[in-house]
DNA sequence: ATGAAAGCGCTAACAC
DNA sequence: GTGTTAGCGCTTTCAT
C-alpha cells in the first residue's frame, strides 16, 4: 500500500543511493535528477517509513510520555506544548498514561523501552515510592526528563518552584496586612504537595508569624488518621482538590478563631473553601482572603475572581524537550540539570483588589 | 544495550525459531527447554523489540490519535480510557495533537502514516472542513474511528448523542413547568454545536413553545458579524465558553422580557451565565433556571451545583478501541459502524431540586 | 554523480 | 522438537 524506496527507485529510475541523497538533501546529486525526483517524490505523496528508518538508525525518533499526563488541565496543557516543542524537532509522543502506581509504571516503562523512545518525560509529584522506577530507567541509560524532582532521584528536571510560589503568596497575604493565616493543604508525601507547605511556613517564619497548627487543613480521607505509601496517595488522590477545599475550610470555619487569610494549595481548593464561605456566611475578600494556585481558567470566573498562581506550561514543553533533545544527542554533561521556572502572581479579587 | 534475540540465542543455547516459539507460546517446544528459557528471559529482562517487529509483522501495534485531545477535561478523560483500552489489546498510543486547522491535520496525519500506526482516533467537532482529511485518511485505507461524525466522511464513529441530550434537557426544563426558554450557544459551524442547538429546537417545537430569538445569545467573536471556514472557528475556539456564557446572559438579561429557564452548551458557558445572573441580582434557580452539559467537576462545586448531562467518556475510550481493533483485524463489514452514546441527566441544583 | 550490498531485530516458512 | 534463512524498508559504506 504505501509506497516503499524500493518500488520508488524502479519508477524513477535512479539508484536507492541517488535517491537517499535526494531525501536527505545532500549536495552530491545533480540538480536536474533532484527536481526529477522531488516532484515525483511529491506526485506520489511518498511519506518514508520511521520505524524502518528507526530500525537502522537505532534511534526511533520517539519520546514517550509517562505518568498522569491528562489528569489535570494543567498537565494535558504541558501534554500539548510537549508535543508541539517535540513535532518541531522531528520527534513524535508515545502517550504512556500511568496513575502513578508501580504495576501501572512498570507497565509503561516495558512498553516505552520496547518502543525504542529515545527519551521519556514523566509527568509525577515527586513520591519518594517512585523513586525505583526512575532509577531502573537511568541504569538503562535512557534519557529522562522529570516534570518535577523525585526524592534520591538525580535526573533531568524542569519543574515549577512550587516552595517558592506558596513563599511568595503568603507574602502577599501578609503584605495586605495579614497576621492570621491559615492553609488548605492534604496529607500526601509527594514533594508537590509538601513543598507548598514549606513555603508557606518560610515566609511565615520569615515574617516572624506564627503557624496555628489548627489552622492548616491537611485533609486526609475520611475513614483514617494517616498513612503512607501508594494505597495512601491513591486515597488522597480520590478527594478531588474541591472536596478537600471545602471540608478543610468548614473545619477551620468551626475554629473558635478564625484566620483572616488562607493559602490554598489549589485554584480548586481555592473554590472549595470559597463555596464553604459563602455558606457559612463569611464574605470573602472582606472578612477572609483566599489565594489560589494554577490559574486555571475557572480561577477567572470563580464567584469572587481568585488571585492565584500562573504556571509558564506553554514554556515547559521548550524547556522539557530541548533539554532532551541535547541530552540525547550528547550535548549535556553528565551532571543532571535541573531547571526551575517560577510562577507569577496574578492578583483578582480574591484577597481584595489592589 | 537492549538484548536482542541475536544475543540471547548465544547465551541460551537455543535456536531462534526455540526462541521464538517460547516468545510466542507455541506448544512445539519441550517443556524443559522452555522453562529455561523463560526464566532466563525474567533474569535478564529482555524486552522485544517492537520496531522490529513492526518492521516484519507490517503491523506496528500502535494508534494515532489525532486532533484536540488535551483540550478540554472531557477530551482527556476520554483520551486516559482510550489508552487503557488500547494497552489491553497490546497497542500503543501515539499523541498526535491537532488544533483542527488543515495545515494542523496534514502534518499529524503524515506524522501518523509515516509510523505506520494500525488505525487512528479522531477527535473532532464534527466541521465540515474537517472532511477532505478524513477522505484522504480512508483513501489510504487507514482504520479510522471518529469521535464524532464529520458531515460527508462516511466512517466508523463512536460518539456521544449530543441532539438527544440538548432535547432532554430541554425536556427537562418544559417539565418543570418552563415556557420561556433561552439557549446559550455559539455561532460555529460544527455538528458538535449545531446539533445542541437543533435538539434545543426539536424539543420546544414537539412541546409547542416558541422559540424566541432573543433569548438565543449565539455568541460571536466581538468585531464582527458572522463569517465561517477555519479562521472563523479558529476565532469562536479563543473565546472560553465561560465568556460565551458570561456574555451571551448579560445580552439576554438586558432584554425587556428574559427568559425563565436557559439551556447552555456546556457547564463552563452555565457557570458563565451563573456569574453573570449574580452580577445581575437574578436568583437561580428561583428566577432563572440553568442547564449545562458535560459535568465536569466543576459543575458540581458551582455556587449553584448544576444540573447538567453526564458523558459516559470512561466508556467511549472501550467502545472506540473494541471497534477499532476489529475494524483493522477485519473483523467488520466494509459499511461504517455509528454508535451513538447516551448522556445522562444529573439533577443538582440549578433548575430547583427535584 | 551514481550504484550495489550489507545489515538493523524480528518473524515465518522450510528443512532437518 | 529444533535449526536455518530470507527479507520487512531503510541507511550507509564502498566501489565505480
Known sequence: MALTQHQLVEQLNVSRGTLHRVLTGSPLVKASTRERVLRELERLNYV?????????????????????????????????????????????????????????????????????????????????????????????????????????????????????????????????????????????????????????????????????????????????????????????????????????????????QRPTAMVCMTDDAAIGALRAADLAGISVPQELALIGYNDKEDARFARVPLTTMHQPDELIGREVISLLTKRIAGQLPAKPVVHALQAKLVIRESCGKK
Chains 1, 2 share one sequence.
Open 48 to 256: 518514508p517509513n520511521a520505524i524502518a528508518q528507526g530500525l537502522k538508525n537505532r534511534k526511533s525518533k520517539t519520546l514517550g510520555v509517562i505518568g498522569p499526563a491528562t489528569s489535570n488541565p494543567s498537565n494535558a496543557d504541558k501534554l500539548t506544548s510537549l508535543y508541539l516543542a517535540a513535532r518541531e524537532e522531528g520527534y513524535s509522543i508515545i502517550f504512556a498514561y500511568s496513575d502513578g502506581s508501580s504495576e501501572a509504571d512498570a507497565k509503561s516503562i516495558r512498553e516505552l523501552r520496547s518502543r525504542m523512545v529515545d527519551g521519556i518525560i514523566a509527568f509525577g509529584r515527586g513520591l519518594p515510592e517512585a523513586a525505583p522506577m526512575y532509577r531502573e530507567l537511568l541504569k538503562d541509560e535512557i534519557p529522562l526528563v522529570g516534570l518535577y524532582p523525585t526524592p534520591g532521584v538525580e535526573t533531568d528536571c524542569v519543574y515549577v518552584d512550587t516552595h517558592g510560589a506558596f513563599r511568595r503568596m503568603t507574602e502577599h497575604l501578609i503584605g495586605l496586612g495579614h497576621k492570621k493565616i491559615g492553609l488548605l493543604i492534604n496529607s500526601s508525601h509527594s514533594l508537590f504537595i509538601r513543598n507548598r507547605e514549606l513555603g508557606f511556613r518560610d515566609a511565615m517564619a520569615k515574617a516572624k508569624l506564627t503557624v496555628r497548627e489548627e489552622w492548616i487543613a491537611s485533609a486526609t480521607p475520611y475513614d483514617s488518621q494517616g498513612g503512607e505509601g501508594e494505597e495512601w496517595e491513591k486515597r488522597i488522590l480520590q478527594i478531588s482538590d474541591y472536596q478537600q477545599g471545602f471540608w478543610g475550610a468548614s473545619l477551620i470555619f468551626a475554629k473558635r
